[in-house]
């Protein structure tokens, strides 16, 4: 079926057909930030250390990386709406599963095949409305999909928290069951099939190695912190198995034909910036999410639903920019776009190292809003810019490739500032300790020797408790820090991107994968 084709019943039924499949981009894009405000609860739930419980976060993000790429292989050798109800059902029941978890290897199991099935529900939905919708109305068409993707992360951190106060952490995974039926029921009533090709081959030799590499690397990053690096047997046996694995993806890719990643796709300069450029912004998004979610709850004390609240507005501001966006591109060079969404991200970055537990609650709205109208300056016009030189023919693999980049950031990104945070607290306390000591002039105030005794336990006790306060806010100091470093040095990326010939020659329809 093509958008040529999209006549009769396809044209009667294209509202329901839109609804349903938006419907299911919704339910995938909602649990990556749903579970982030409960995470201290079922941290407690599962009995997880804090660097452990990240687990929850990255074990989705990275199996989604992982199948996102063959997800047009699979619905062209077995039929595109049969994948995407195989999807929507794995999707759901995973999510079942998740609820019913009772050990943090469980979930995190469970949290596996929720990003298993639901890889393939974005990139399957998006190429079912380019069919149903014309090249003129395909812009629109992209637009609403795109709001679709950013409703997620907005209606996460606010339902979520809602669910976890009011009932249960459990039911940030059971909401799924009713949208999940929704969808199927739609997808199942309106959306026709595709022909399938019983003659396509997937390179698995290719698909294995880079699985092995980004499995072993994850492994790698989350578990590094926790065992001491390379002191540890485990980490330097996933390191060579990561690094032998990469090696062998490599050799095969400029060796062999018709492998999973075409090399020749990064032979196209704005193509080959843009998938790094995605990678930092895949970094700074969603790190700085999962950072968020203690940093309320833990430091400054929030409850669940206001922390959930505050982080809301992140998502408005990216939605609105991205409104914005949209009629700027064609009028407006994207590169400048593309700087303007990299200097406000930093900003927000910079205002963000200078929090403390006593800053207000419409600071934390405010910021949390113009980070994320910088990446809705960013998500729209580096898509564009991306894949306007690419070849037409090779923009279905590049958006799979995209996609694996901008969700390998995420997971890598997670994983580093939460080693980072636990190293730093680490460090941060020992460099502070060093000025408590009995002789230190502040105990000359007797308010404070006497809350804060040197001598006794419970001084002591109090005395550890400021110490690791200070340290910790200063560690989440050091993060924000990183964060809007790298914003910054994405700059002289913008310089490397060649502007498109002529605004007519992009192609919308690679746009919001």
């Given at each position: ?7 009769g ?10 609804a ?7 339910m ?16 407690g739930?599962?009995s997880?250390?804090?660097?452990q ?20 292989y699979l ?33 995190v ?18 190429s ?9 109305e ?12 950013m ?23 059971y ?11 739609g ?18 030799l290719?698909f ?7 499995a072993s ?17 485990e ?22 034909r ?11 300069r ?12 895949g970094i ?6 999962a ?11 929030y ?33 400048w ?16 190292t ?44 590049g ?45 000359s105030?007797?308010a ?37 470093i790298?914003?910054?040095a ?24």
């Amino acid at each position: 079926m093509t958008g040529a084709s999209a006549t009769g019943g396809v044209v009667a039924n294209r509202g329901a057909i839109t609804a349903c499949v938006i419907l299911a981009v919704i339910m995938q894009a909602l649990d990556t930030t749903i579970a982030n405000v409960a995470l201290p609860y079922i941290q407690g739930s599962v009995s997880a250390s804090a660097d452990q419980i990240n687990w929850v976060l990255t074990s989705y993000i990275v199996a989604a990386a992982v199948m996102t790429p063959p997800s047009g292989y699979l619905a062209n050798r077995f039929g595109r709406k049969r994948i995407l109800l195989i999807s929507i059902t794995g999707f759901v029941v995973a999510s079942v599963l998740c609820g019913f978890a009772q050990s943090l290897p469980q979930i995190v199991g469970f949290r596996l095949l929720q990003g298993l099935f639901g890889a393939a529900l974005v990139p399957l939905a998006q190429s079912i409305l380019l069919d149903i919708y014309s090249v003129e109305e395909r812009g629109s068409a992209m637009a609403l999909f795109g709001v679709s993707v950013m409703v997620g992360p907005v209606l996460g951190p606010v339902i979520g928290g809602w669910l976890t106060e009011n009932v249960s952490w459990r039911w940030v995974f059971y909401i799924n069951v009713p949208i999940g039926a929704l969808a199927f029921a739609g997808v199942s009533m309106f959306v026709q099939e595709t022909k399938t090709d019983l003659k396509a081959r997937l390179d698995w030799l290719g698909f294995g190695m880079l699985s092995v590499t980004i499995a072993s690397l994850q492994m790698f990053l989350d578990r590094g912190e926790q065992l001491n690096w390379f002191s540890s047997s485990e980490i330097i046996v996933e390191a060579l198995i990561c690094a032998s694995a990469f090696y062998i993806f490599l050799v095969h890719t400029f060796t062999a034909r018709n492998t999973f990643v075409n090399p020749r796709l990064f032979l196209d300069r704005n193509f080959a910036v843009g998938m790094i450029f995605i990678f930092i912004i895949g970094i700074t998004y969603l790190a700085s999410l999962a950072l968020m979610t203690p940093y309320l709850q833990t430091l400054m004390g929030y409850p669940v639903v206001t922390a959930g609240i505050v982080m809301g507005p992140r998502g408005l501001g990216t939605m609105a920019c991205m409104f914005l966006v949209g009629r700027l591109i064609g009028k407006v060079d994207t590169r400048w776009l593309l700087l303007t969404g990299l200097l406000v991200t930093a900003w927000a970055m910079y205002d963000m190292t200078g929090w403390t537990p006593d800053v207000s609650q419409w600071t934390i709205i405010s910021t949390g809003f113009i980070q994320g109208a910088g990446l809705g300056f960013l998500f729209v016009p580096l898509t564009t810019i991306t894949f306007a030189t690419l070849a037409p023919e090779r923009r279905a693999e590049g958006t799979g490739l995209y996609n694996l980049s901008r969700n390998i950031g995420s997971s890598v990104g997670i994983s580093v500032v939460t080693a980072l945070l636990t190293q730093n607290v680490q460090i941060n306390h020992a460099n502070i300790a060093t000025y408590v000591t009995p002789y230190n002039q502040a105990f000359s105030n007797p308010a404070i020797f006497h809350a804060m005794d040197p001598y006794s336990a419970a001084g002591r006790a109090a005395l550890d408790g400021v110490v690791t306060l200070q340290a910790t806010i200063i560690s989440y100091m050091n993060d924000f820090k990183l964060m809007m470093i790298l914003s910054l040095a994405a700059i002289p990326l913008v310089l490397l991107l060649r502007k498109p010939a002529t605004p007519a020659k992009i192609d919308h329809s690679a746009v919001m994968e």
